[in-house]
């Protein structure tokens, strides 16, 4: 079961902070609505709250590792994978406008 998340956004960085957290719940997707979805975004995981993130076995998210620059299409429709918080805790990371994507003929 998914567990329920605030998203806070401002120009320069979003926060997720879950609601509840359970040892079983399925962190879900982050989606991110109202990016342009013919730009690409470099997401840049903000350091200083990696001590928010759970050991788990699969360690920490790929994006959160391999920064990937994605189209705010597939952020708004596909979104970032959950990660594991202790409780009470935020992640926070910036969405980077990379360039724009190229429209398919």
């Known amino acids: ?15 997720y902070a879950p609601l509840d957290t359970s040892a079983a719940a399925q962190q879900g997707r982050i989606r991110l609505p109202t990016l342009d979805p013919d730009l690409a975004y470099r997401v840049e995981p903000v350091p200083l709250s990696a001590g928010a993130l759970v050991r788990t076995h699969s360690g920490k998210p790929s ?4 920064r990937p620059v994605i189209s705010g299409r597939a952020l708004e429709a596909v ?3 959950g990660p594991m918080l202790h409780p009470k ?8 406008a990379d360039q ?5 003929s």
């Open 1 to 15: 079961m998914p567990c329920s998340f605030a998203l806070a956004t401002t120009s320069s960085s979003t926060a």
């Open 63 to 66: 994006w959160w590792l391999d």
């Open 79 to 81: 979104g970032l994978q």
């Open 89 to 96: 805790q935020a992640l926070v990371f910036r969405l980077v």
């Open 100 to 104: 724009p994507t190229r429209q398919r």
